[in-house]
């Protein structure tokens, strides 16, 4: 990490730290679901993605044609649609009129080009959108399964070549119902100052999204095998005869900067584990009302 991002990342905590993210009118959620496990970090060969976390399995299924969504872009369209769902309780959600306020909306600088961001924005939308999502859940003792698409429908109007062109309709996407209750019944608060300052790392995203999802609920020292960690996180980094060791180092090089943003995080990084104490949550629990 060079000097300038390192002193980004200190400005960005310090200002965490002087102002609550409710307060900054910064408070975000995110699907827990996909907290617990998450989609891919770059492109992968294929239509379905499975990652497990204990005994919760997630499996993506996208049209061969289209592709399974992947990267940074998708995670912030996830949170952005979880956050609006919450505020405003609605299955359809209104992106707006315009592509260049919508990407405003995501913390997105508007690039054109072949691998500029509107680009990729239209891409990763169209494969998020068409993918099918599994949860399921296996012990010796029970086991359970519940599917679901992101959204049944979406309507987009935005023409990339005029960003600023306003069109005659909204665009809307109308949530899943499966996943609107999802999301209703459990969102994860988060801080989207952090998701801003680390974008351009979908592990570090991850990282952030699960560390203040696990925080608040930890009751006491949990050690967690760099093994699991890898099933969980990082089934994009090969398993090599050093036990993972790209993953680890990928992990723990991402994991210093979620923690100068959620410096209460009380971590320890063993040869074999990360250790995890209680701490106090990164968002404070809140109170209804």
């Not at 570090?204 to 609920?217: E, K, N, P, Q, V």
């Amino acid at each position: 990490m060079n000097q300038e991002k390192l002193n980004q990342l200190i400005t960005t905590a310090l200002a965490i730290e002087a102002e609550a993210a409710k307060e900054a009118g910064a408070l975000g959620y995110m699907a827990r679901a996909l907290v617990q496990a998450t989609i891919p970090h770059k492109k992968v060969v294929g239509s379905e993605f499975t990652r497990k976390n204990g005994a919760f399995i997630l499996s993506i299924l996208a049209p061969a044609m289209i592709g399974l969504p992947y990267g940074s872009i998708p995670r912030l369209l996830i949170s952005w649609l979880t956050t609006e769902t919450v505020l405003t309780k609605k299955r359809t959600i209104c992106l707006g009129n315009t592509l260049s306020s919508f990407m405003q909306k995501l913390g997105l600088i508007p690039t054109g080009g072949r691998w500029g961001s509107i680009t990729r924005l239209k891409e990763q939308t169209k494969r998020l959108f068409a993918s099918s999502i599994s949860c399921s859940y296996e012990t010796e003792e029970r086991e359970g399964e519940k599917g679901f698409r992101i959204v049944d429908s979406h309507d987009i109007w935005w023409t990339p070549k005029n960003l600023n062109q306003t069109s005659l309709f909204d665009s809307t996407v109308t949530l899943s119902e499966t996943f609107f209750n999802e999301i209703s019944n459990n969102p994860v608060p988060i801080d989207l100052r952090v998701l801003q300052e680390l974008k351009r790392s979908p592990l570090a995203l991850d990282i952030y999204c699960w560390l203040t999802y696990r925080m608040s609920y930890l009751k006491k020292i949990s050690h967690i095998p760099w093994a699991v960690l890898q099933v969980q996180f990082g089934s994009d980094y090969a398993i090599n005869e050093q036990g993972g060791r790209d993953f680890k180092r990928a992990f723990i090089r991402e994991l210093k900067k979620v923690c100068l943003l959620y410096s209460e995080a009380k971590i320890e990084i063993d040869t074999n584990v990360l250790i995890l104490k209680p701490s106090k949550p990164h968002i404070t629990k809140l109170v209804s009302g």
